[in-house]
């Protein structure tokens, strides 16, 4: 009866294991088009950075998202279009969503655009369509492609965070170390980019990876501090310090400074792209009026 009652809680695990399981799937890859922009979608983008400048809201971040589709309508493999969606994929999923399976909706959709955005390299789409995964492939990818390495780390971290449940990040863990592949081939390639992004993203990492798997406290701990050194024109650094590593460390007042001084910041002094700086200083004073 015991041996029964094992061999049934093992298979159950094991199906639960797969069906939790993130697979990766080609999707995109029919899609081809000029990776450089059209005199068409020149315009549209224009028109599209307008309304992205001073998205601040949910409605203006949608009416931005449209303006972008209309430059992936023009050309589906438009760079530009492609990883600006990507990044407001993940900012939609993370500040205007609070049902967990939308989220995840919204966070695979901009690790999609980013792989798109990352298929339009020449090297890159030979060895994906020789049968290599996107981290396989990685070191097809350059400068120029920098950012849609970026956003599809990002929105993977915040599909971890916010999209999965505990048994879910458990089974997919391995995920974090593609998103190091992608981290490690930004700094080679262009070290000086993100203004501290890079940085907090691989404190991610190591912290959640085991040992085994690359994960280790003391690079997250200095990974920290170079984000917070090369991130001075950001808010992204402090915010991410205030929010997530402080209460890690056990340090709620050091969390506390941290989110007081972003949600007290003027926003014209900041690099960080306009929608996401209004979402880390909502987001440090909505943190702030919960603690109190």
Known sequence: MEKTFTAVLLFSLAMLASGCAMKWTPSWQKEIGDR???????????????????????????ASIVAYDKIIDENPSDYYGLKMLSTQYILLGTAYTEDRPEKSKYF???????????????????????GLKPWEAVTALGTDETEAMFFWVTALQYEFKEGMTLP?????????????????RIEEVDPQFGGGAVEFAKVICYYALPKSKGGSKSKGDAYMEKA?????????????????????????????????????????????????????????????????
Not at 39 to 55: C, D, G, M, N, V
Not at 108 to 130: C, G, I, K, Q, W
Not at 261 to 281: G, I, M, N, S
């Open 36 to 62: 450089l922009p059209t005199e068409r979608t020149i315009k549209l983008a224009a028109e599209a950075r307008k309304i992205f400048q001073s998205a601040g809201d949910e409605k203006s971040l949608r």
């Open 108 to 130: 695979h959709r901009a690790m999609v655009y980013a792989e798109r955005a990352m298929y339009t390299n020449d090297n890159f789409r030979l060895m994906v369509n020789a």
């Open 168 to 184: 879910e990040k458990i089974i997919n863990i391995n995920w974090l170390h593609h998103a190091l592949l992608f981290l490690d």
């Open 228 to 292: 917070v050194e090369r991130g001075k024109r950001r808010l992204l650094p402090r915010w991410a310090r205030g929010k997530y590593y402080y209460p890690i460390k056990g340090e709620p007042e050091l969390a506390r400074l941290d989110l007081e001084w972003v949600a007290t910041r003027k926003l014209a002094d900041f690099e960080d792209l306009y929608p996401w700086r209004v979402h880390f200083q909502e987001d440090a004073r909505r943190l702030l009026a919960e603690s109190k």
